[in-house]
């Protein structure tokens, strides 16, 4: 990984794991990139620049004849001064124009690389600060790259700041822009709902904008966080592709721009729509980082560069590698009808199993007997848990399991002593009705008092029981964007204040109780995104444990975010969500390619079930730092055909495991050959339930036939262990 200033050209290269990074500084002064992709040796790329000048093109402000901004490919594109394409950036000055020119200033190298202030953001990595500054109202943008040696990404974001005297609104704060030289490309998104999270799209670019986004205040199920550029035809092991991943959790855009000479321009960061942000002179503002990722061998590479940069550089270290809770969760078994003894029949269905965890769901507190109450209140229902929280903690303790608990810390029931106590704590408008959604409302996050009662409630019951492990909850979007005790003019801050005091919040809960495990949860997988796994190292993958569902959503899941951020639980059948049945063993196959756990009433476990159980659980150990530490080797697409494969490949290629999942059994169907994926052609390898040792070359070129059980959704393992 390197950082390099070359005088002689005023070019900046960045060159990290596999790939360069290339931009110089033009005769007008600004950024101009030259290239991104595989790592090259470094030369003066200029030779290759593309130059357009057309007589309808404008030129730069008081510069007649000079190239026209509209024909530079811009690290950072800004508005009104020639350029037409997505700007990065658009503020409003005092007197009302629109203007900016942001021109070199100064650079600096970074060893350490700086973190946002009140943000999650990727850690380590050498780190270029490029200072950018409007020549006539002092508006400022400090550009941030960051490269990494062990992954190929390249990390973007910008600060920008009120250098001038008078105040300026930001109305577009985008984290960067990135130029392409052809639009001859397809863009690959994530759509979803509930209980559909993450499917994957593709899409051609066209003349225009191709956009993904989020006006929730979240960066919800609908449409993901994440935009890949491709080349047409792009497989899993060829062609070029370049992802976006933004560490953000609250409404966003990501756009990709084909324009009229052929290029494309990607752009995006905090959604613009109801956004306006005035910085007072010197005060500045941090847009989030964008994680863009090079591949020119396909979507599986792609995958793997998200996977090595968000364990090494975004999950908690404390986590990111260690063997993670198994655990049995009461929610599908029981819903919120529990007493103690009920929870203590579910634990004793699991002793013995391997089982270390259990998570006690929504329903222990206020008056919750179900949706309509009790959220704001976290105070146990000693009615329901006779004996507290104390009774059912020190029983799974004694029972030699550590205890979990569900909170959802970020709302509030109208049917609450909180809500009587404090209404206006309630996300909404003065004088106008509330819209509920799950009969519930959205505390404001963005005021401190709120967050304070908060962090003081749940941090009390952190601290006055024992409890090992939080899943955190959060079942409906914001509406009424709006804050008590801000200024008119402040009110489309809202959104990004919320992200901000939602990462407050994780500060003071999360990492004030290090030694507790919290895992991340959004009616389902609705806030996945990069910068709530910095603060869960897991994230309740959906609600939908379907298994054949399942394997769709975590493929999409898996195009940016390792095995290790999914949590995955073997439910019950017929399922909740689906009404499906799928064999026992296919659920735990499916339900293992994560961070496992049960989720079912247990207390109606037979003895079969529980060995059963347990010999699913012993599998599990034998291969879970593989599958949380691994890397993954997406074969067969779910989307596409009947076919769910994958393979796990330890990073030094000693083991592995294959997972082959079929849909629908039948009779003299063609023949299903999988070639297995990343082992070393030149090792040997055992192959267990083959009983075979073969050349890995050979296991990858001839494959082999998979043994599917009879009947629909079956599936088999295989696992593999060099000589
Ligand atoms: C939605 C979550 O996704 C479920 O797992 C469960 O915790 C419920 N909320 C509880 O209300």
């Not at 993901?224 to 035809?233: C, E, K, Q, Y």
């Not at 023949?671 to 052609?681: F, Q």
């Not at 599917?708 to 599936?715: E, I, M, N, S």
């Amino acid at each position: 990984m390197s950082i390099t200033f070359v005088p002689s050209s005023s070019a900046f290269w960045l060159d990290g794991k596999g790939v360069s990074y290339a931009f110089f500084i033009n005769d007008l002064g600004c950024a101009e990139h030259l290239y991104f992709g595989a790592q090259i040796p470094h030369a003066d790329l200029r030779y290759a620049r593309t130059s357009g000048a057309q007589s309808t093109l404008t030129s730069p402000p008081g510069k007649d004849g000079a190239e026209s901004y509209q024909n530079v490919p811009p690290e950072i594109a800004f508005f009104g001064t020639g350029d037409y394409r997505e700007p990065c950036v658009q503020i409003e000055t005092a007197q009302g124009d629109r203007l900016c020119e942001l021109l070199y200033r100064s650079y600096e190298i970074l060893k350490e690389k700086p973190p946002i202030p009140g943000m999650p953001s990727l850690r380590g990595g050498e780190t270029l600060k490029l200072c950018l500054a409007d020549p006539v109202n002092g508006f400022e943008a400090d550009l941030y790259y960051t490269v990494y040696d062990d992954a190929s990404v390249i990390a973007r974001r910008v600060v920008y700041r009120n250098g001038g005297t008078q105040p300026i609104a930001l109305r577009r704060a985008y984290s960067f822009s990135l130029p392409l030289p052809d639009m001859c490309r397809e863009a690959l998104t994530l759509h979803g709902a509930w209980a559909k999270e993450r499917q994957p799209e593709r899409i051609p670019l066209h003349h225009g904008v191709v956009s993904v986004d989020s006006k929730r205040t979240s960066s919800s199920a609908t449409l993901h966080p994440f935009l890949a550029i491709l080349t047409p035809g792009t497989t899993e092991t060829s062609g070029t592709a370049i992802g976006f991943s933004l560490v953000y959790s609250s409404s966003f855009v990501l756009k990709a721009e084909g324009n009229p000479d052929g290029t494309a321009l990607v752009t995006g960061g905090i959604q613009d729509f109801d956004f306006r942000w005035t910085l007072a002179p010197g005060e500045e503002f941090a847009a989030p980082e964008c994680v863009i990722a090079y591949s020119d061998e396909g979507l599986g590479a792609m995958s793997r560069a998200y996977h090595d940069a968000y364990r090494e550089h975004l999950i908690s270290p404390r986590a990111a590698h260690a063997v993670r809770p198994l655990l049995i969760n009461n929610w599908e078994g029981t819903q919120f009808s529990f007493d103690l003894e009920k929870l203590k029949a579910i634990v004793d269905g699991v002793v013995g199993t391997g089982i270390d965890t259990f998570v006690l769901d929504d329903g222990w507190f206020g008056k919750r007997e179900d949706d309509t109450t009790g959220l704001g209140d976290w105070v146990v229902n000693e009615k329901k848990l006779v004996g507290g929280l104390r009774a059912i903690s020190e029983y799974v303790h004694e029972k030699g399991m550590r205890f979990g608990l569900w909170f959802e810390p970020e709302m509030v029931s109208e049917d609450s002593d909180l809500f009587r106590a404090h209404p206006d704590y309630a996300i909404g408008v003065p004088d106008r009705p509330r819209c509920y959604s799950r009969h519930q409302f959205v505390l404001d996050l963005t005021r401190k008092e709120v967050r304070d009662t908060i962090v003081e409630s749940v941090n009390r019951i952190l601290h006055e029981n024992r409890i090992e492990y939080v899943k955190w909850d959060f079942n409906r979007n914001v509406t009424e964007s709006f804050s008590f005790g801000r200024a008119p003019g402040e009110q489309q801050q809202f959104a990004h204040r919320y992200a901000l005091g939602l990462y407050d919040l994780c500060e003071r809960i999360i990492r004030a109780n290090p030694d507790i495990f919290f895992e991340g949860c959004a009616g389902g997988g609705a806030r996945f995104d990069p910068a709530m796994l910095s603060y869960f190292a897991q994230i309740w993958t959906s609600d939908d444990t379907d298994a054949e569902e399942r394997t769709k959503i975590q493929y999409g899941t898996s195009l940016v975010y390792p095995l290790s951020a999914m949590s995955c639980h073997v439910s019950d059948c017929p399922n909740q969500q689906t009404g499906r049945t799928v064999p026992l063993a296919t659920r735990a196959v499916i339900a293992h390619l994560g961070a496992t756990g049960y989720e079912l009433d247990a207390s109606r476990f037979t003895d079969e079930d529980r060995a059963e159980t347990a010999r699913q659980i012993r599998e599990y150990r034998a291969c879970q730092r593989l599958i949380l530490n691994g890397d993954l080797y997406r074969i067969d697409d779910p989307h596409t055909g009947g076919f769910f494969t994958v393979s796990v490949v330890s990073k030094d290629k000693s083991e592995a495991i294959l997972v082959c999942y079929r849909r629908f059994g039948s009779v003299n169907n063609p023949i299903k050959r999988v070639y297995m994926a990343g082992l070393d052609p030149a090792r040997t390898y055992r192959v267990a339930e083959l009983g075979l040792t073969l050349p890995g070359a050979v296991l990858m070129r001839r494959g082999l036939v998979p043994a599917y059980p009879d009947g629909d959704f079956t599936a088999v393992v295989y696992h593999f262990t060099a000589c």
